[in-house]
Nanobody
Framework: QVQLVESGGMLVQAGGSLRLTCVAS????????LGWYRQVPGKERDLVAE??????????DSVKGRFAVSKDDPKNDELVVYLQMNNLTAEDTAVYYC?????????WGQGTQVIVSS
């Protein structure tokens, strides 16, 4: 089992920046990929960015050049993943979720709300 806890979401003005944090704990050695997703009411949860266990990032086109995903080396049975978000727009308003994938399972955090005011 892997537990995920996100934090860092808040109200920010358009053009501003935020850094979201996801702390993964539990059986973290099983994780092969971590991702950030976002969801707005009435819509599906969409992928924003991912990073592999060995640190290779990938992004959806809408956030390329504005968002950056990174992670720390595992420490004390925890793994921390970040999503640095710059030049935010109202379209980035959503609940942001962290997802961890192992070969057999997927795990989700509870989400953190980001609101971008225009």
């Amino acid at each position: 089992q892997v537990q995920l806890v996100e934090s860092g979401g808040m109200l920010v003005q358009a053009g501003g920046s935020l850094r979201l944090t996801c702390v993964a704990s539990g059986y973290i050695v099983s994780i092969i990929r971590l991702g950030w997703y976002r969801q707005v009411p009435g819509k599906e949860r969409d992928l924003v960015a991912e990073i592999t266990w060995n640190g290779v990032p990938s992004y959806v086109d809408s956030v390329k050049g504005r968002f950056a995903v990174s992670k720390d080396d595992p420490k004390n049975d925890e793994l921390v993943v970040y999503l640095q978000m710059n030049n935010l727009t109202a379209e980035d308003t959503a609940v942001y979720y962290c997802k961890a994938r192992s070969r057999a399972n997927s795990y989700w955090g509870q989400g953190t709300q980001v609101i971008v005011s225009s």
